[in-house]
Structures are given as C-alpha cells and as structure tokens.
C-alpha cells in the first residue's frame, strides 16, 4: 500500500478525490494514490470537508486528528490522521 505511510504522529494517506460522486467511498488504487469518491462538489471547501467527515468515520478517529496536508486546492491531496497505527489502518482498508 504505496499510498499510506506511518509517520510519528500516526499516518499519511495520498488521495485522488472525485467531488460530485453519486456516493461516497474508496475506490481502486491509482498509482501512489487511493480513489475516494464523494458527494459534495468542490465549492467553499465542501468536498475537503467530505473527505475529513468521511476519513474520521472510516477509521474511528475524531474529526480533529485528520487534517489535508497537501492539496486543498487539487484533486490529489495528502491527509494526515494523527493518533492512528499504521497497521490497524491497513487493515481497516483492505476490507
């Protein structure tokens, strides 16, 4: 899973976001990236919003341990989820 990472805090997830998605969810790996897709559009921030809602429900965490590192802007991004190991999380997406 070249698209997750451990770092000290927890760990890296590299994302490639489809906004305006009929619903939301991961998708197939894309190279370094994994596919989320969802339902906002990208307008005022409301996809980035989707995709933090979406990351702390997945893996269990609060709202406030995953923040968008890199990407805010663009559909690639890099999200950090603090507090989270990094082989729970692999296993939490190989389901």
């Not at 968008?68 to 990094?86: M, Y």
Request: proline share 5%; no cysteine.
């Amino acid at each position: 899973m070249s698209y997750l990472r451990a770092t000290a805090e927890g760990v890296t997830l590299a994302l490639r976001v489809q906004p305006r998605a009929s619903r939301t969810g991961f998708g197939d790996v894309l190279g370094d990236h994994r596919k989320l897709a969802v339902s906002a559009p990208p307008v005022d921030g409301k996809a980035n919003a989707a995709v933090i809602k979406f990351l702390a429900k997945f893996f269990g965490v609060p709202k406030s341990s995953v923040r968008i590192l890199h990407g805010e802007t663009g559909k690639l991004k890099t999200v950090a989820i603090h507090g989270l190991e990094l082989a729970p999380a692999m296993a939490r997406l190989a389901r």
